[in-house]
């Protein structure tokens, strides 16, 4: 069973930065693809970036790619969001998820699905 823990989240002007964490409990997180998802009022949960347990491979929601960051260290057992350039549209209720079927291997996914565990949201507002 893996725990996991977003913080971060906040209030921001378009334009600015934040960076999400989430810190995992459990040994075998190093193991996991990491996912970052969102979710805003009215709308389904979209994905917005994964990595995979080394850090190697990484996919971004075209939304996001070139603004946002995701990484890992996995002697910290913490994932991040590094958001930048941010705008109204990314306001929404931010998870990280862990792909407890990934084990080692490379393999990344977009679905939702695909993750087992699930942090329980940190909000992030960006207003205009």
């Known amino acids: 069973q893996v725990q996991l823990v977003e913080s971060g989240g906040g209030l921001v002007q378009a334009g600015g930065s934040l960076r999400l964490s989430c810190a995992a409990s459990?040994?075998?997180?190093?193991?996991?693809?990491m996912g970052w998802f969102r979710q805003a009022p009215g709308k389904e949960r979209e994905f917005v970036a994964a990595?995979?347990?080394?850090?190697?491979?990484?996919l971004y929601a075209y939304s996001v790619k070139g603004r946002f960051t995701i990484s890992r260290d996995n002697a910290k057992n913490t994932v991040y969001l590094q958001m930048n350039s941010l705008k109204p549209e990314d306001t929404a209720v931010y998870y990280c998820?862990?792909?407890?079927?990934?084990?080692?291997?490379?393999?990344?996914?977009?679905?939702?699905?695909?993750?087992?565990?699930w942090g329980q949201g940190t909000q992030v507002t960006v207003s205009s």
């Open positions: 998820a862990a792909d407890r079927g990934s084990n080692y291997s490379g393999t990344i996914s977009t679905i939702a699905d695909q993750y087992d565990y």
């Open positions: 459990g040994r075998t997180f190093r193991s996991y693809a």
């Open positions: 990595i995979s347990w080394s850090g190697g491979n990484t």
